[in-house]
């Protein structure tokens, strides 16, 4: 019985990367305290801290570590923490994924 032909890989598809987190911080989002840090920061200050740079008003949905928390970044600190809205935050995230330092 014949049996059907296995498709072979493309050559830009061979390198697949799969990025995961080195240190799983699920303790920290998931608790009692960081949920409530999160909240009375999004209600200190309720906007978007980049678009809010470039004259934009949008809502902040995400508090975002400035510096990440696997690179030494304290974890409950007003100084380390920013609010920004998902499309930043996301930018942000991918850029430091890939090994992007903004300055």
């Known amino acids: 019985m014949p049996t059907k032909p296995t498709a072979k890989r493309k050559p830009w598809q061979e390198a697949r990367v799969v990025h995961a987190r080195k240190v799983d911080n699920s303790k920290i989002y998931n608790g009692r305290r960081w949920r409530n840090f999160r909240k009375q920061m999004l209600q200190d200050e309720p906007l978007c801290r980049k678009c809010n740079d470039k004259g934009l008003v ?17 974890v409950y600190s007003t100084d380390n923490t920013q609010p920004l809205c998902s499309k930043c935050h996301n930018s942000k995230s991918g850029k430091e994924a890939h090994g992007y330092k903004e300055k």
């Not at 949008?58 to 304290?74: N, P, S, T, W």
Request: no cysteine; proline share 0%; charged share 35%.
């Open 58 to 74: 949008v809502e902040a949905k995400v508090l975002d570590h400035i510096i990440r928390i696997e690179d030494g970044g304290a």
